[in-house]
């Protein structure tokens, strides 16, 4: 019980530590909002879920990595992230590709925490459906975000090109959502097993 309490604390520290780091002096501040709001989101939903509906601690973690990487974006914004402006330049590249990074991370992290809740909540039987349905799932999630995307670019003017970080790539869009089904294929494949076993013992302990 106290290394659980001990994990939620350290979650709590990190997570607020970089989003104070995030919002001292960022690129801008419309677009820190747009970009920082969902981590804020998230952990004030883990917050109030955190007795009715706790998580696994892997489902905890990568919650913690995806915040961490909304909240680096938000500061610098996702085209001008300083290490992978580093990045594009050894490999001769003409574009930060700290985006792809965003939204690789966008399939893979929900694609746990969606197999987390399907599972726990009994919603449908046999693997393989399972795996199907979250891809689904996150391709549809990774879609409706470029919708926000989109609405976004023609509500907010100066901001709309910060945030949507396109820098002159026509098949953005479509790149985007290929990042998140892989991101949610992969994760599927690779931390399935090991989500089993936090499942069980997240149920003898429960």
């Avoid at 019980?1 to 690129?27: E, Q, R, Y």
């Avoid at 985006?99 to 726990?120: N, S």
């Avoid at 790539?169 to 994760?187: E, F, K, N, R, V």
Wanted: charge should be negative; proline fraction near 3%.
């Amino acid at each position: 019980m106290n290394a659980i309490l001990d994990l939620k604390w350290a979650w709590i520290v990190v997570f607020v530590t970089v989003l104070i780091w995030s919002g001292i002096d960022p690129h801008d501040y419309p677009t820190w909002v747009l970009e920082a709001g969902p981590a804020v989101i998230a952990a004030a939903v883990l917050w109030f879920t955190r007795k009715s509906f706790p998580l696994t601690p892997l489902a905890y973690l990568l919650i913690l990595i995806h915040c961490i990487i909304l909240m680096v974006g938000a500061h610098y914004t996702y085209a001008e992230v300083p290490l992978f402006d580093w990045i594009a330049e050894v490999f001769n590249s003409d574009r930060n590709n700290y985006d792809k990074l965003g939204h690789f991370v966008q399939g893979f992290v929900p694609a746990i925490v969606a197999r987390e809740i399907l599972i726990r909540k009994n919603v449908v039987n046999g693997n393989r459906w399972r795996a199907f349905l979250i891809v689904c799932f996150c391709l549809g999630f990774s879609a409706f975000y470029e919708m926000i995307e989109w609405w976004v670019a023609l509500l907010s003017g100066e901001a709309a090109e910060s945030f949507l970080g396109t820098q002159g790539y026509i098949w953005d869009t479509q790149s985007d959502m290929a990042w998140a089904l892989s991101g949610a294929t992969i994760a599927l494949i690779l931390l399935g097993r090991a989500h089993d076993r936090q499942l069980q013992n997240l149920e003898t302990t429960a």
